[in-house]
């Protein structure tokens, strides 16, 4: 238990590192939004096809015309990143060089899938 609270303070002490990573969340084929870093706040914004598609809108993000903005990473993309001191996870993390610190490194590797919820996250090269 020391182990996981000693990692969730080092992670809360590390948030907001900058990352040059973009992530489209998706669901199917449509692009929903992009999430981002920028100037020591993760971005979320909505695609401008997502707005006139007949999907609905993420509750955590209710304003379609809205850049969400927080210091903290969005609870909506938090629980998808899993506990990294599982072991398999562990040699996974070594195997790759990930950089633990990186919330949106650990996502575009570790969390595009999810059993809470049907959306994908894949590393998006378009710019924000």
């Known amino acids: 238990m020391k182990g996981l609270i000693d990692w969730l ?3 809360k002490s590390q948030q907001g590192k900058a990352s040059s990573i973009v ?3 998706k669901f ?3 692009v929903i939004g992009r999430l981002w870093f920028a100037d020591g706040n993760f971005c979320f914004k909505y695609a401008d096809g997502f ?3 007949s999907l609905k809108r993420i509750p955590d993000f209710p304003d379609l015309d809205k850049s ?3 210091p903290v ?3 909506f993309f938090e629980v998808r990143i899993p506990n990294l001191e599982r ?3 562990a040699d996974i ?3 790759f060089g990930l950089n633990t610190s990186d919330e949106l490194e650990i996502l575009s590797k570790l969390g595009q899938r999810t059993t809470s919820d049907p959306y994908v996250l894949e590393i998006d090269n378009k710019q924000v």
Do not use: I, M, W
């Open 9 to 11: 303070l080092n992670r």
């Open 28 to 30: 199917e084929q449509t």
């Open 23 to 25: 992530l489209a969340l």
């Open 73 to 75: 990473l969005f609870p």
């Open 68 to 70: 969400y903005k927080s």
């Open 87 to 89: 072991e398999d996870l």
């Open 93 to 95: 993390v070594k195997k």
């Open 51 to 53: 707005k006139g598609s």
